[in-house]
C-alpha cells in the first residue's frame, strides 16, 4: 500500500514537473515525458496490473489537462502499462542470467520505443488525419528531441526510482520479520 501511494505521488509530481516547470525553461525546443518514464517503469518493475493502473491515472491527468477527444490519452498510457509489464515478465524471464535491474540498458530501450511510439500515435491521430503530412519536420523538431530528452532523463529517474523501490522493500521486509 506504501509503494502504491509513492508511486502516486511520484506520478503527481511528474505530471505538475512536466506541465508546470518545463514550458517555462525557454532554451528548451521540447521537454522530456516525465509520465512516460514513470508509468513504464512503474509496469516494468511491479507488472502489468499495477502498470495498466499507472497508466489510466497518467492517462485522466493528461485528457484533463489537454483538449480534445477524452481518453485519447488514457488509451495510450494504459496499453504503455500493459505492454512495459508483459516486457518485464518475459524479457527478465529469457535474460535473468544477462540483466540485472542495475543495467540500464534495457529501461532505456524500453523508454526510447515507448517514446517512439508515443510521439507516432501523436501525429498520426492529431496530424496526420487533419492532413498534415510533414513529417519531415515534425521529426526533426519534434520526435527526435523529445526522444532525446526522455532517454536522458530516465537515465537520473530510473536509478531514483530503483532506490526507492529497493527501500521500500526493505521496510516491507523489516516489518514482516
Known sequence: MRKLLINLVMLILAFTIQICVFPQIAFLSSAPNL???VVFMCSFIEGRERGMFYGLVAGLFMDLF????????????????YVSGICNKYFNGIFTRYYYEDYITLPLLLSLASDLIYNLYIYVFRFLIRNRLNFGHYLVSIIIPEIIFTTVTTLVVYRFFLFINRKLKEWEQRRDS
Open 66 to 81: 489537454y483538449s480534445g477527444p477524452f481518453g485519447f490519452y488514457t488509451l495510450f498510457f494504459i496499453n504503455l502499462g
Open 35 to 37: 509520465l512516460l518514464i
